[in-house]
């Protein structure tokens, strides 16, 4: 089993909708979390934190379920810019310098 | 954003061709990293220096070989490399490594080929 596993997608969705992607990590130790944003051909961007049951930031919402491990982002009311890659991110327990990145959801939002 | 910044933003280079990579943090951070992404892959780590000494080395290949002279500074020597090394070397930086709270700042990344 993959440490964090995701669906790559791609979600393809019009301006507007509500999506939402769902990430699992295998450590149940892990304590924080991370989103991140990816385009193409462009460096990660941190997009948020999650060191407790969840955070939101405006169009976004994560939300963590450490009995069942896993981490969902919903994106609300999306955007033409929201398409990107989505990086779900935990951190290594055996070495916290360490993140375990997933390989990404791609998100393409059409108008 | 200038938070982190790396050159060259690409370079192609032969099997026996020796270059470097630079990362440059203007964070204030206490911690630096390089990265590998390859195609249809996750971010591979490779080295991590926290307060300019190395504490991580993920079985990288010799022929990579870091250096961090200060804490603002990165540097990725190459020699020798494998057409499989192309990829996009990422640098990262953070304020709070070895803790739960390692949010990780990333330059643009060295787009490499190697023939």
């Known amino acids: 089993r993959k440490e964090v596993e995701q669906d790559p997608g791609p979600f393809n969705v019009p301006e507007g909708a509500t999506v939402a992607f769902n990430c699992t990590y295998s450590n149940s130790a892990s304590q924080s979390f991370f989103w991140y944003r990816q385009d193409c051909r462009k460096e990660p961007k941190l997009l948020m934190s999650?060191?407790?049951s969840g955070n939101e930031d405006g169009r976004f919402t994560a939300q963590l379920n450490r009995a069942s491990q896993y981490i969902s982002l919903l994106i609300r009311d999306s955007k033409l810019s929201d398409s990107a890659t989505y990086l779900c991110v935990v951190n290594d327990m055996d070495s916290s310098y360490k993140l375990i990145f997933g390989s990404g959801t791609r998100l393409l939002v059409r108008p | 954003e200038t938070g982190v910044t790396q050159t060259p933003r690409h370079l192609v280079m032969g099997m026996t061709n020796k270059k470097s990579l630079k990362c440059e943090q203007h964070?204030?951070?206490?911690?630096m990293y390089w990265y590998k992404q390859s195609a249809k892959k996750p971010l591979e780590l490779m080295f991590v220096?926290?307060?300019?000494?190395?504490?991580e080395n993920n079985s990288v290949p010799s022929r990579f070989s870091p250096e961090c002279p200060n804490s603002s500074h990165l540097f990725l020597h190459l020699h020798t490399l494998q057409p499989e090394d192309s990829a996009l070397y990422l640098c990262?930086?953070?304020?709070?490594?070895?803790?739960?709270?390692?949010?990780?700042?990333f330059g643009p990344g060295t787009r490499l080929t190697v023939l």
């Open positions: 999650v060191y407790s």
């Open positions: 990262a930086s953070s304020q709070d490594p070895g803790t739960e709270y390692n949010e990780q700042f």
């Open positions: 964070l204030g951070h206490n911690a």
């Open positions: 220096y926290s307060l300019e000494e190395r504490v």
